[in-house]
């Protein structure tokens, strides 16, 4: 299947062409402007991009919103993880404000919410997928982003941050990676 990717993050479109593989993933034509993400959780964020690529363009798209959530601050970042430390914050300063909240060692977890819309069909589904872990004082590593240095998941005994994964080990255990094989288990079956 033909599937737009709501977003202009080149990390996220990598890694989605490498999770679907098997249905063509096209980029967000660079005409299609998507509104602001207000939502109050993942899959309202997802939905907003989503609704408004496939509003634009009539075809089927897929949009994400996915963060991390840090046990020790209630839940946050959660939805305002790209903009954590202000709405102009690089990822470094997000991951710097993360680490001066959050104690070394207490759980986090990755959120991945996909919606697909389909305005041919009446589509709209939502799949959500999450990594759990524990938060590293030492960020290490560089084939991840965001918060990946800092971010060592449960799933793997060795102590490597996200960051320090192959993109294949990543994929096999990410919260995004999870939420894609739920979304392509669905698309198997239509």
């Known amino acids: 299947m033909r ?18 593989a098997g249905h063509e993933v096209a980029p ?16 309202a964020n997802a939905r907003i991009k989503a609704q408004a690529a ?3 363009l009539g075809v089927a798209v897929i949009a994400d ?13 959660g939805v305002y993880s790209a903009r954590y430390a202000g709405p102009d914050a690089t990822a470094e300063e997000n991951l710097a404000k993360l680490l001066a909240e959050a104690p070394a060692g207490s759980p986090v977890a990755y959120v991945c919410a996909i ?20 938060l590293d004082d030492d960020p290490r590593g560089t084939e991840g982003f965001g918060y990946d240095p800092a971010f060592r ?8 941050t996200m960051a320090q994964l192959s993109p294949t080990e990543k994929a096999a255990i990410s919260h995004r990676g999870r939420a894609a094989r739920e979304l392509a288990a669905w698309l198997a079956v239509r």
């Open 3 to 20: 599937l737009v990717l709501a977003t202009r993050n080149a990390h996220k479109a990598d890694e989605f062409g490498l999770l679907l």
């Open 28 to 43: 967000l034509p660079d005409e299609v402007v998507l509104p602001p993400e207000t939502g109050q959780t993942f899959t």
């Open 54 to 56: 496939a509003t634009a």
């Open 65 to 77: 919103d996915s963060g991390i959530v840090a046990a020790a601050l209630g839940g946050r970042p």
């Open 115 to 134: 919606v697909l819309i389909d305005p041919a069909t009446g589509t709209d589904v939502a799949f959500e997928g999450r990594c759990t872990g524990v």
């Open 153 to 160: 998941p449960d799933d793997i005994a060795d102590g490597r």
